[in-house]
């Protein structure tokens, strides 16, 4: 990463106006490797007023971005792509070493985020107007869509590359410009995407990085007036924080908020795909993934044959650091992590319920904790009620489909459902009554980057992906033109 620093991508700095650069006062703060909680690297540590020299600089490069003819901007991103491809490898090597998940995962996650500006490379030359109708012949009416201008884009450490080319792609495919705040835990990761961008050779100002703590950079994101739209993916709490402050420059936001996923599993379903769809989407990122199961709903008929295959496959799976060979869980993100898991199933155990595989944190350093099935918790146990973002699984049954999706729908969230069936029609039935705003039909992985992405109630607004990403960041303006006569 050229100008980065003297150890790449372990040297983090700012990335402002096209150009790498240390915050004011030079600021660091030490980069930990959650699966031994040793220092991997620093990264530089700005705040209000890196966070304003910014967004200014991507004021300034707006106007010019935005009147960049669709085919350049497309290009751009066409580059940004094949760089990231190229690169897979070692910015695998850096999620891991900052996030922790097995390099398998991380080199999938740096291909999707290349895929995130291959698609939206193709969608900045779809973005089409209207030609109306008009009520009189001398009159033509026009309704344009134009970049809404400088967006602002605040992303988790648990998908550190991913979320961010979720939402700037598409940002800068519609014409707008971006500032980026990454999260504390996993800010290399972006600094290695960002290397991808500038040596794309986007004009200077029209991506910029800003790292540091969320307070300071945050107020600068809502209240500044050239910050025209903010996309966060986060906690339901600071999704809210953020809608009600946004609302006093009546900013536009999106909202990538809290899921507690339900999988539903009938006893018409493949046990042995469901028990593999089970361990898939929960512990994929050791089950700090917001579209993972959280809940396992399976009809009482069924229950007993796939306990018993949930509990050899739980059982299969390898836990360590992310870059030994075969490890399919990596560690937690941190000590607060580890604790909330430990919580939540000693609360279940005091409630009564039982574990079945695992319940216990790993000794030795790091942050690992044992992929765990539990049965029996009652509805008021925080595993029933809150998003436990760990590797740990609470199974019930059910009776019949009016009570699977009576349960599922049984909390404030909506982001994502799954459901196991081989009946076509309960398939259709329960997919349409659940409030969720993404279904997987016997299917653990239904996120790709050519469909809309995103929840309903408490788990957000707006969509991300498909064509719906690049819609967010585009105003519709109306023309009316008077044609004056021959």
Known sequence: MEGAGPAGFREGRLYIGGAWRDADGGRTVPVVNPADGGTIGRMAQGGAAEATAAVAAAAVAFPGWAATPAPERAAALRRVAALLSERREEIAAVMTAEQGKPLAEARGEVAITADYFLWNAEEARRIYGDTIPASTAGKRLLA??????????????????????????PALAAGCTAVCKPAPATPLTACAVFACIH????????????????EPIGEVFLTDPRVRKISFTGSTAVGKMLMRRAADGLKRVSLELGGHAPFLVFADADLDAAAQGVVASRFRNAGQTCICANRLYVQARAAAALQERLVAAVAALRVGRGDTPGVDVGPLIGEGAVARA?????DALARGARVLYGGHRLPGPGHFFEPTLIAGAPAEALVAREETFGPVIPLWSFEDEAEAVRLANGTPYGLAAYVYTRDLSRAIRVTEALEYGIV?????????????????????????????????????????IGLMPS
């Open 144 to 169: 344009l869509r134009q970049p809404v201008g400088v967006a602002a884009a605040i992303t988790p450490w648990n998908f550190p590359a991913s979320m961010l080319g979720r939402k700037l792609a």
């Open 199 to 214: 040596d794309a050779g986007l004009p200077p100002g029209v991506a910029n990085l800003v790292a540091g703590p969320a």
């Open 342 to 346: 430990e919580a939540h199933v000693a």
């Open 440 to 480: 997987g039909v016997n299917d653990p992985a239904p996120t790709v980057v050519q469909a809309p992405f995103g929840g309903v109630k408490e788990s957000g607004m707006g969509r991300e992906g498909g064509y719906e990403g690049v819609q967010g960041f585009l105003e519709t303006k109306y023309v009316s």
